[in-house]
């Protein structure tokens, strides 16, 4: 059986800065976790507080990440400590662990924790810091088959334009389909997505559902126009390869329709990351 997670093994296995900001995070966390579940019952205390240590874990190996990709480990040191020193972040933070506390859903940690290092990356005055405590306030709302969705959406209208930016335009087209066959079919929806599903995420805010189509009739125009290639290669991937298909009933089940807002793209491009195990740069989508 595997031990609980507590404080002292979370520090030790990360070491560093981030077992620091595991520190001071919990040292304030505990109290606002006292606080809020003062009234409920000792078991569901005792679960919150292993939900919420689940997620600080995430949150400082990410921060861990964070060091050994920067060659200048004082910088994070100084960005950490500029941060739990801003209101807003502390807000952020207090946010999320709260909502973690109240889910057991490890992708849904993981999704917090990367929202919480991009915020310690980011001045408080731009776009992303903004829309980061709201992104953390929503995605505990989502299930994990309305999370791919949002990955899909943001796979078709930015991460795959921004895949083939710099690839020569003979081999765009294949470039797009092997990126696609290899991305797919870890972010596609396995369920139906229903007409609720839709109405809860344009209610939270994730898109706007137009009445209009974004790229005609089928998806293989859409990405035509989208990559900017005229070359047929789409139809046949669309129409007659099964991760093709399955894309295109995405598409039909209203994908076509929409418009990703900055929540939902945040939380699609942190999904995306999550399921295929990818790097994205989210910094670049929000200037």
Same mark, same amino acid.
């Given at each position: ?18 077992g620091?900001?595991?520190e001071?995070a919990?040292d ?12 409920h019952?000792?078991?569901a205390?005792k679960k ?5 240590l689940?997620?600080l874990d ?5 921060v ?9 480990s ?10 739990l020193?801003?209101?807003a972040?502390?807000a952020?933070?207090?946010?999320s662990?709260?909502?973690s506390?109240c889910?057991?859903?490890r992708t ?13 990356c980011?001045?408080s ?6 829309t980061?405590?709201l992104?953390?306030r929503?995605v ?9 969705f +949002?990955?899909? %959406? ?5 991460l @795959?334009?921004a895949?083939?930016?710099? #690839?020569?335009?003979e081999? &765009? ?6 990126w696609l066959k290899?991305k797919?079919?870890?972010?596609l929806p396995?369920?139906c997505?229903t ?6 995420m ?9 009445r209009?189509?974004?790229g005609?009739?089928?998806?293989h125009f859409f990405l035509?126009r989208?990559?900017?290639t005229s070359?047929a290669?789409?139809?046949n991937?669309?129409m007659?390869?099964t991760?093709g298909?399955q894309?295109?009933?995405c598409w039909?089940r ?7 807002t900055s929540?939902g +793209?945040l939380? %699609?491009?942190c999904?995306?990351?999550? @399921?295929t195990?990818?790097?994205?740069? #989210?910094?670049i989508y929000? &200037?």
């Amino acid at each position: 059986m595997t031990e609980p997670l507590t404080l002292v093994v979370i520090a030790a296995a990360v070491g560093g800065t981030a077992g620091k900001l595991a520190e001071k995070a919990w040292d304030s966390g505990e109290k606002w976790l006292s606080t809020y579940f003062q009234d409920h019952h000792p078991k569901a205390i005792k679960k919150a507080e292993q939900n919420a240590l689940a997620f600080l874990d995430d949150l400082a190996k990410r921060v861990n990440r964070l060091e050994l990709a920067t060659a200048d480990s004082q910088q994070i040191t100084q960005q950490i400590e500029s941060a739990l020193e801003d209101p807003a972040f502390s807000a952020t933070l207090k946010d999320s662990l709260l909502v973690s506390a109240c889910t057991q859903n490890r992708t849904t940690h993981r999704i917090l924790a990367h929202l919480i290092s991009e915020r310690l990356c980011c001045t408080s005055d731009n776009i992303l810091a903004l829309t980061i405590p709201l992104a953390c306030r929503t995605v505990v709302s989502l299930t994990n088959k309305q999370l791919c969705f +949002l990955a899909t %959406g943001v796979v078709l209208e930015h991460l @795959l334009p921004a895949a083939v930016s710099n #690839v020569e335009p003979e081999v &765009k087209d294949q470039f797009a389909i092997d990126w696609l066959k290899e991305k797919l079919p870890f972010v596609l929806p396995q369920e139906c997505i229903t007409g609720i599903d839709l109405i809860h995420m344009e209610g939270l805010s994730c898109f706007n559902l137009t009445r209009t189509m974004l790229g005609g009739d089928r998806l293989h125009f859409f990405l035509r126009r989208k990559l900017e290639t005229s070359g047929a290669q789409f139809d046949n991937f669309v129409m007659n390869t099964t991760i093709g298909k399955q894309f295109e009933s995405c598409w039909n089940r209203k994908l076509s329709h929409v418009l990703l807002t900055s929540i939902g +793209l945040l939380i %699609g491009i942190c999904a995306f990351e999550e @399921l295929t195990g990818s790097q994205v740069d #989210v910094q670049i989508y929000f &200037k």
